[in-house]
């Protein structure tokens, strides 16, 4: 059964950003949401980055790690640990965006150029997450298309910034 622990796009939440980036100085290859994956694959699909999910005692998997509670049982605490998921699932469903803001997360960070797709995934390890896709353009997209994370560059200045995408895997 998939969870529903559904993740407003992995690009655009402040929360998270605020989180993961807080005020360090950026160096040569940062993860932009270091937080939320790792640029390391799991065991299972080495090749592809790995999602921070976690795991709970009673068996649920959600994405991102987090121990206010399991939403499944409402255990917390020490009872969720966290779960490095594959980078691998199936599409859902998608959107493209035709007019947006295009305000960067940070002025480090290029701002998305119009049209973008986002896409709802459901990991093969449970959980759904919504992100931004790349490599679609023009391409006829199906719900059950095996998709793979990606990391891409998303820096405007010499540094090299990376953050999370999903791709068709074909
Ligand atoms: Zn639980």
New binding site residues.
Partial sequence: MLSMNLYACLSDNKYFCRRSIGRRKMSPSELLKPTLYAAEGTAAVPDHPALHGGK?????VFFPMQTYG?E????NGD?LQPLRLSGRGKLIATATVHIHAGKPPKPEVKPHEVPFTIGSIALEDGPTVRTLLVGVAGKALKPGTAMVATLVPVGTGAASILDLRFTPAS
């Fill in positions: 709970c005692t009673c068996g649920h399991c499944v049982c409402g255990r009872a």
